[in-house]
Every structure is written in structure tokens, then in C-alpha cells.
């Protein structure tokens, strides 16, 4: 059986840390694209502020946005994770760095193979 690649399923995933005032325009830009069967992977290392509150209320009941919280654990580990949770791994896992530790020497975002 053929599979398009338009029917394939793309996750999106989404590290956050204090940013609940633009977690919703990132969400809602991956929810924006074309292409319609993706699951969005939002992992919080550690948030303080209002981000899970604003992901709940806004996308509690749309099954393509899921949320994981962590204990403050880094970069890294927050890579690892949101890998970790795509309902499909390929053989190359790509985490596009959104917002949050640019520009910290202990960070070092790539493409996980």
C-alpha cells in the first residue's frame, strides 16, 4: 500500500519556557499550514507563568495539540523529550528552535538522527 506523502503525518514540536504571551501564535501558525495531519507537541520545561492555562483553555478540546510539562531540565532534555513523544519517529528528527534558549552556550539545537 502507497502512502502520500500529503497524508503523512508531520509533528511539530514546540519548546517552551515562560511563553505563555506568544504560545499561542506559534500554535496557531503550525495549526495554519496547508498541510492538516499534524500533531502539535508542546513541551514546557518549567513554566512559571501563564502557558499551560492558555494552552488548555484554547486548545483543550482539539486532539492535535498535545502538552507535556517537565521540571526545569534544559535544552537538551526538552529536545529529547519532545522526540521522545511524536506518535511516529522518522529516521531523522528535526526540531526547529522557536524561541526560547537562542543564544545560550549550554544549548545547542540540531537535527537528531
Given amino acids: 500500500m502507497s ?5 503523512s503525518l508531520v509533528s511539530v514540536v514546540v519548546p517552551t519556557y515562560n511563553r505563555g504571551d506568544c504560545i499561542e501564535r506559534t500554535i496557531d501558525s503550525a495549526l495554519g499550514q496547508t498541510h492538516q495531519n499534524l ?10 507563568d501563564d502557558t499551560r492555562q492558555r ?12 502538552y507535556f510539562y517537565q521540571e526545569n531540565r534544559g535544552c537538551q532534555q526538552l529536545a529529547t523529550r519532545g522526540c521522545r ?4 519517529i522518522s529516521s ?18 540540531r537535527a537528531l538522527t
Avoid: K, P
Fill in 55 to 66: 494552552i488548555e483553555l484554547r486548545y483543550g478540546a482539539d486532539g492535535r495539540v498535545r
Fill in 3 to 7: 502512502t502520500s506523502s500529503s497524508s
Fill in 85 to 88: 513523544r511524536c506518535a511516529v
Fill in 39 to 48: 500533531e502539535i507537541l508542546v513541551v514546557d520545561d518549567g513554566s512559571a
Fill in 92 to 109: 531523522r528528527c528535526l526540531i526547529r528552535m522557536m524561541f526560547g534558549c537562542r543564544g545560550s552556550s549550554s544549548c545547542s539545537w
